[in-house]
């Protein structure tokens, strides 16, 4: 089943006019309001958050708004650049989160999540790390997953908070008590059917057709089947300039799995000679299928370095042939690198002289594509005397980062996520526990050594000014060896909580 995604920026040209200023939080200055104007009427046409609390609304006429809240700032609108802006944070998203994205003006981007989300964690995941990422950008949002772009687009405006997550199959019960307006209607018609008692979108669901097609015209029960998932609405795909993509057109529309393996093939042969012309490798490719019901299945693959080898673009896209549904038929194959990164030709190593790297790029991408991006990392060491502050993710080829862990004292081969409690007896302040009971085993300590005193980062929180931690080696009656600590220096009560926790385990 298809799914999609509306975002919805409410103050979106303020938002682009503050990341143009350079300043990414909002201001704590006065309110801010864009105006343009309309005829000869100076109206406002763009709001922040500020200025909707204080009553200002888009539509209402600078010099009541500028009475009613003293010291409001206006900047001038400019809807061209806004619409520019809205399409290029649409190609942001087309690159990070989805082959499908499309703008849908003026203040929002829908996105077709079939296929994608799974690359995410799921569409729950997917679509708090779209508004988490868009928020530390300066950007206010709302987004909504539904089966429909009709019913995505009315949610993320009128149930988000910032995010809502639609059941399969719902439609009918979300939008029933929604307001008229969130079908996308015109204000005229808006206005009309309210003067006819319609006031939700409930109010129209037993409706007979016929007379509000005579009365509205096709546009109203063409954007209520929409919505419903009663009539296609296809998402056009967003393209950029310069996009490396090949495509290939049936005559008769193909079905078998080894027909699409084929020409996928061929594909990615096209695609790789365009992309040497260039001099640039594939680091995303998205494969569009474009089915003749105007539905798209859409595969996508990452690689860890840009690659324009053809037999490895096209494993990687074979894998996931069995994600593509053909329906009745697909009628158009559309391969396209949609990041794109440098490379040059490069003297292979050879036998004679030394012996050649060991490529693990291919084993990565595989992985990557069947297991998900964020599942396959490497540990990188990282300054800071907390344990668990001491190690980070980093993208499994990345470079060397030229450092390594202190090796003055030993540390476990298993660090726990987060330490936990345990319960012990322990003579105070620089004894190590006679025994310790976790998980609901009580081990008897035969051996021990420490204490290893760390101390808190006071320059990152206050609270760290003077907390410290003792931590001990331990070993147990069947030879088990743990790494516990106790927070606090068994004396003064404002270093810790004197508890014990177990935060790691020896191989």
């Given at each position: 089943?298809?799914?999609?995604?509306?975002?919805?920026?409410?103050?979106?040209?303020?938002?682009?006019?503050?990341?143009?200023?350079?300043?990414?939080?909002?201001?704590?200055?006065?309110?801010?309001?864009?105006?343009?104007?309309?005829?000869?009427?100076?109206?406002?046409?763009?709001?922040?958050?500020a200025a909707q609390q204080?009553?200002?609304?888009?539509?209402?006429?600078?010099?009541?708004?500028?009475?009613?809240?003293?010291?409001l700032r206006v900047a001038?609108?400019?809807?061209?650049?806004?619409?520019?802006?809205?399409?290029?944070?649409?190609?942001?998203?087309?690159?990070?989160?989805?082959?499908?994205?499309?703008?849908?003006?003026?203040?929002?981007?829908?996105?077709?999540?079939?296929?994608?989300?799974?690359?995410?964690?799921?569409?729950?995941?997917?679509?708090?790390?779209?508004?988490?990422?868009?928020?530390?950008?300066?950007?206010?949002?709302?987004?909504?997953?539904?089966?429909?772009?009709?019913?995505?687009?009315?949610?993320?405006?009128?149930?988000?908070?910032?995010?809502?997550?639609?059941?399969?199959?719902?439609?009918?019960?979300?939008?029933?008590?929604?307001?008229?307006?969130?079908?996308?209607?015109?204000?005229?018609?808006?206005?009309?059917?309210?003067?006819?008692?319609?006031?939700?979108?409930?109010?129209?669901?037993?409706?007979?057709?016929?007379?509000?097609?005579?009365?509205?015209?096709?546009?109203?029960?063409?954007?209520?089947?929409?919505?419903?998932?009663?009539?296609?609405?296809?998402?056009?795909?967003?393209?950029?300039?310069?996009?490396?993509?090949?495509?290939?057109?049936?005559?008769?529309?193909?079905?078998?799995?080894?027909?699409?393996?084929?020409?996928?093939?061929?594909?990615?042969?096209?695609?790789?000679?365009?992309?040497?012309?260039?001099?640039?490798?594939?680091?995303?490719?998205?494969?569009?299928?474009?089915?003749?019901?105007?539905?798209?299945?859409?595969?996508?693959?990452?690689?860890?370095?840009?690659?324009?080898?053809?037999?490895?673009?096209?494993?990687?896209?074979?894998?996931?042939?069995?994600?593509?549904?053909?329906?009745?038929?697909?009628?158009?194959?559309?391969?396209?690198?949609?990041?794109?990164?440098?490379?040059?030709?490069?003297?292979?190593?050879?036998?004679?002289?030394?012996?050649?790297?060991?490529?693990?790029?291919?084993?990565?991408?595989?992985?990557?594509?069947?297991?998900?991006?964020?599942?396959?990392?490497?540990?990188?060491?990282?300054?800071?005397?907390?344990?668990?502050?001491?190690?980070?993710?980093?993208?499994?080829?990345?470079?060397?980062?030229?450092?390594?862990?202190?090796?003055?004292?030993?540390?476990?081969?298993?660090?726990?996520?987060?330490?936990?409690?345990?319960?012990?007896?322990?003579?105070?302040?620089?004894?190590?526990?006679?025994?310790?009971?976790?998980?609901?085993?009580?081990?008897?300590?035969?051996?021990a050594d420490g204490p290893?005193?760390?101390?808190?980062?006071?320059?990152?929180?206050?609270?760290?000014?003077?907390?410290?931690?003792?931590?001990?080696?331990?070993?147990?009656?069947?030879?088990?060896?743990?790494?516990?600590?106790?927070?606090?220096?068994?004396?003064?009560?404002?270093?810790?909580?004197?508890?014990?926790?177990?935060?790691?385990?020896?191989?």
């Amino acid at each position: 089943m298809a799914r999609v995604i509306s975002v919805f920026l409410p103050t979106w040209p303020v938002d682009r006019l503050r990341r143009q200023a350079g300043d990414a939080a909002p201001s704590a200055e006065a309110p801010l309001v864009l105006a343009g104007r309309v005829g000869n009427r100076r109206l406002v046409t763009a709001t922040d958050a500020a200025a909707q609390q204080l009553g200002l609304h888009v539509g209402m006429p600078v010099s009541k708004a500028q009475a009613l809240v003293p010291g409001l700032r206006v900047a001038p609108a400019d809807p061209a650049e806004d619409a520019a802006s809205l399409e290029r944070l649409a190609l942001w998203v087309l690159q990070r989160f989805s082959p499908i994205v499309a703008v849908d003006p003026p203040d929002g981007i829908v996105i077709d999540s079939t296929g994608a989300d799974h690359l995410h964690g799921g569409e729950a995941a997917m679509l708090e790390a779209l508004i988490g990422r868009l928020a530390m950008s300066g950007v206010t949002a709302r987004a909504a997953v539904a089966d429909t772009w009709g019913a995505a687009h009315a949610l993320a405006r009128y149930r988000a908070d910032p995010v809502f997550w639609a059941e399969p199959g719902s439609a009918d019960t979300l939008l029933a008590p929604l307001p008229l307006a969130a079908l996308r209607l015109p204000p005229a018609t808006v206005a009309g059917l309210r003067s006819l008692g319609f006031v939700r979108i409930g109010d129209l669901l037993g409706q007979p057709r016929a007379p509000l097609t005579r009365r509205f015209g096709p546009e109203l029960c063409r954007r209520l089947d929409q919505a419903l998932g009663h009539a296609n609405e296809p998402i056009e795909p967003l393209r950029p300039e310069g996009l490396v993509e090949v495509r290939r057109s049936f005559a008769e529309p193909i079905s078998a799995a080894e027909t699409i393996a084929r020409y996928i093939g061929k594909l990615a042969v096209q695609l790789c000679a365009a992309l040497e012309e260039r001099g640039l490798g594939a680091r995303r490719l998205d494969l569009l299928c474009w089915r003749v019901d105007s539905h798209i299945q859409t595969v996508r693959v990452g690689l860890a370095q840009p690659q324009r080898d053809p037999k490895r673009l096209t494993r990687l896209l074979c894998d996931k042939i069995e994600t593509i549904a053909p329906g009745y038929g697909i009628e158009i194959l559309s391969l396209a690198a949609t990041i794109a990164e440098p490379l040059a030709a490069r003297q292979a190593a050879s036998r004679l002289i030394e012996e050649p790297a060991a490529d693990l790029s291919g084993l990565v991408d595989v992985l990557a594509n069947r297991v998900g991006a964020r599942a396959v990392y490497r540990m990188a060491p990282v300054a800071s005397d907390v344990p668990e502050r001491a190690v980070a993710r980093i993208a499994a080829l990345a470079e060397p980062v030229g450092a390594g862990w202190p090796d003055h004292w030993p540390r476990p081969s298993r660090l726990l996520p987060r330490p936990e409690p345990i319960e012990t007896m322990a003579l105070l302040p620089d004894h190590p526990p006679v025994w310790i009971a976790w998980r609901g085993i009580r081990r008897r300590v035969r051996r021990a050594d420490g204490p290893e005193r760390v101390f808190g980062e006071w320059w990152k929180r206050d609270a760290e000014m003077i907390a410290v931690r003792d931590y001990f080696r331990i070993e147990d009656d069947g030879g088990e060896r743990f790494w516990i600590f106790r927070a606090g220096d068994g004396e003064n009560l404002g270093t810790g909580s004197h508890r014990w926790f177990l935060h790691g385990v020896f191989g």
